[in-house]
């Protein structure tokens, strides 16, 4: 079995490494019931104006812009966007940049949304919007040049993720590098390795170090961020499965289902089975 497939819908795949589109909802259009669903790329929603309902996993959220989503690779996400809302959404492979993302798409992190507070964030991030698309439009879109206006969204979103987590500024651009890598190999390792050790051997790093980071970013411990990951993917194979919860406990490297049961209960307050049957009733 591999990890957090969902059954029995099969990732989507991208037309290409890089994708936008501009769209604007008309006033008669009835919301669509869109089926929950993941990506084999990361997305970007930014939406101008207008609303939609958005669910990631098992969180329920009403985003009203100008608001931007990111929904990163492999998150089971539904999106429903109202009457009247204007919105670009933009779609690329990890391999579309010549530098690997940190920080921003990340399954754990809670970090999925942005509210664009101000006037001026709001024009820097509808102008690369704007250019991207425009130049995607071409017949012969020139990827170079969209390459450094999606680096530089990135840029202006990853500033603004900072400021709003930690507080810190690009001073400290180091650490929250050396946190995002952190969460880039707890993403591919989490069904392996559990502890807190692994993960700062394999950054060259101290356990304190690690944790320091961890409780500046996101107030969390590095064990809980790992138990978080674990059990995260517990949910989704127990919504989008059928499969067993001594099945889900095996693929998530459990050699006893007791003890997944327990870790599950003591970070969602329930059993997995007791989950599985309130979201199916909700």
């Known amino acids: ?26 006033a008669t259009e009835e919301p669509q019931d869109q089926r929950a669903h993941r990506h084999a790329f990361q997305e970007i929603i930014f939406i101008e104006q207008g609303s939609a309902k958005h669910t990631i996993d098992t969180a329920h959220d009403e985003l009203q812009g100008p608001f931007v989503a990111l929904i990163a690779q492999g998150k089971v996400h539904r999106f429903i966007p109202k009457p009247w809302t204007k919105l670009y959404v933009l779609r690329f492979t990890n391999e579309f940049l010549p530098r690997p993302v940190e920080g921003l798409f990340s399954q754990v992190v809670d970090f999925t949304s942005l509210a664009v507070y101000t006037s001026e964030l709001q024009y820097k991030i509808k102008s690369l919007f704007e250019l991207m698309h425009q130049e995607y439009q071409q017949a012969e879109p020139n990827k170079v040049y969209i390459r450094h206006l999606l680096s530089a969204l990135l840029s202006v979103l990853r500033e603004e993720q900072q400021k709003r987590t930690s507080g810190d500024t690009a001073a400290d651009d180091s650490n929250y590098s050396t946190f995002s890598k952190f969460l880039a190999l707890l993403d591919a390792e989490f069904t392996r390795h559990r502890s807190v050790e692994y993960y700062a051997g394999q950054l060259n790093i101290t356990t304190k170090k690690l944790g320091e980071l961890s409780k500046a970013i996101t107030g969390d411990t590095p064990s809980r961020i790992i138990e978080k990951r674990v059990i995260l993917a517990a949910k989704r194979f127990l919504i989008y499965t059928t499969d067993t919860v001594q099945e889900i406990a095996y693929t998530l490297g459990y050699t006893d289902h007791s003890h997944f049961t327990r870790a599950f209960r003591r970070l969602e307050g329930v059993t997995p089975t007791a989950f599985r049957i309130q979201y199916r009733q909700a």
């Open 1 to 26: 079995m591999h990890p957090e497939r969902t059954k029995p819908r099969a990732p989507e795949l991208p037309e290409a490494d890089f994708q936008i589109w501009h769209r604007e909802v008309p």
